[in-house]
């Protein structure tokens, strides 16, 4: 009975070691954000297509994309990890803590980055493949020391953040055309408006690690809520090029045109009150946005 004790309490611990690693990786490589990311790309790519769809291409583009996201975020955390340890958000993250060494996040991230930039490269594209690695590459050795520097950290990171898009379509098509820019550009203006209203509610935690994300100075003010109402009301005529250009139908321009009228009109509240609650509603409203177009591209093709 003894031996079967211990047996019992080793099988015990064992599994809550296994749990606890699984979800260390989970944090540091955000599933959920990862897989959104990687949502945005594969549904472009299915609004590029033409004729029958080639699933193998889309499980490789989901498999690659998930890769190479996960290690951005993963060195992202290996860089920051004596910063986030001064955030609330960010304190329990596994390389903060040190539940994880620095090196173990480094060599997972980068065989992660590695193997998902070589699946894109070698069962979509070379061009594709160029595309994830300058993602990769852009947000975690550009954007993220560039936090800590200047606002315009914002400005360079919303390029990394646009190119799942532009990869979607690329790893159709396999080349960059209008079109590719198009849906690039709807995402790229989106990010603006979607992630300010994100630092207006974390500011005080990024002002701790010595982050400066808004745009102006000091930060919470009407220079950073007109220039956020800027951007949303850009994202209306934005919205309709897929429909101008052939890419989609009438149905989509007239949801492009509701939710870039939905962002403006949240964003014009921040404006007017400055309130953090009127900050959260155009965050909220932000998630709506992205998914309900980009699916309204996909759906009014079909």
């Not at 955000?30 to 291409?57: C, D, P, Q």
């Not at 509701?258 to 009150?273: A, E, H, P, V």
Request: with cysteine; hydrophobic share 50%; charged share 15%.
């Amino acid at each position: 009975m003894k031996v079967k004790a211990i047996h019992t309490n080793n099988t015990t611990t064992g599994l809550s070691y296994i749990k606890s690693k699984v979800g260390d990786y989970n944090q540091l490589i955000k599933f959920r954000l990862t897989f959104l990311v990687v949502f945005s790309s594969v549904i472009t790519y299915l609004t590029a297509s033409t004729g029958a769809i080639n699933w193998f291409e889309v499980a490789m583009l989901t498999i690659g994309g998930f890769l190479v996201t996960g290690a951005s975020n993963g060195i992202n955390q290996v860089i920051e990890k004596d910063f986030d340890k001064l955030m609330i958000r960010t304190a329990n993250r596994p390389v903060a803590t040190n539940r994880m060494g620095a090196m173990e996040a480094s060599v997972f991230s980068m065989i992660l980055g590695i193997s998902g930039v070589l699946i894109i490269s070698l069962y979509l594209n070379p061009l594709s493949g160029w595309l994830a690695l300058g993602a990769l590459i852009s947000y975690a050795f550009i954007y993220t020391p560039l936090k800590r520097v200047s606002p315009i950290s914002v400005f360079v990171g919303a390029f990394p953040g646009a190119i799942p898009t532009l990869l979607g379509w690329v790893a159709f098509t396999g080349e960059i055309d209008s079109n590719a820019l198009i849906v690039f550009g709807v995402q790229f203006f989106w990010q603006f408006p979607h992630f300010w209203s994100i630092a207006w509610i974390l500011d005080d935690d990024y002002k701790r690690a010595g982050f400066k994300m808004l745009p102006s100075t000091p930060g919470r003010d009407k220079g950073t809520a007109f220039q956020t109402l800027t951007f949303s009301l850009a994202l209306i005529p934005i919205g309709m090029l897929p429909y101008q250009y052939g890419i989609s139908g009438g149905i989509s321009a007239i949801i492009g045109i509701l939710g870039g009228l939905m962002l403006t009109y949240y964003s014009y509240r921040l404006f007017k009150t400055c309130e953090t609650a009127d900050a959260k509603k155009l965050m909220f409203a932000s998630f709506i946005y992205l998914p309900l177009v980009q699916l309204a591209y996909l759906f009014d093709k079909i």
